[in-house]
């Protein structure tokens, strides 16, 4: 990446910025890895699998990535409404690449919370 590449980058309106800052918050990452694990999800059952993200929350993150194509939203007509959300192409296209920060973050994970430890215990 040249220097132009990355000043555009931390520009607040950037293309890149916006996708990547859509699909690295907490809740969408532990959204998407569900759906990959799951295929197929209806919203209780997804909520369910995330216990600490409240309905408001859920709802909000797969909006977001239903609108970014990522997740994949059906609706079908039968009484009571069933939803079911999965990854799209698009959102199956993403997952080696999340998949690829999950494993690192698992490797480095007791370093990290080692390191931590020590720079928290020698800033008191």
Partial sequence: MN????HSATVPD???RNVISHITDKWSLLVLYTLEQKEVLRFKDLWREIPDISQKMLTSTLRKLEDDGIV???VFTEVPPRVEYRLSERGQSLMPH???LISWGLEHQNSILKDRTKHS????
């Avoid at 220097?3 to 990355?6: G, L, P, R, V, Y």
């Avoid at 215990?121 to 008191?124: F, L, M, Q």
């Fill in 3 to 6: 220097k132009k590449e990355i």
């Fill in 14 to 16: 950037c293309p890149i």
């Fill in 72 to 74: 994949s939203r059906e």
């Fill in 98 to 100: 999340l998949d690829a």
């Fill in 121 to 124: 215990t020698s800033n008191n």
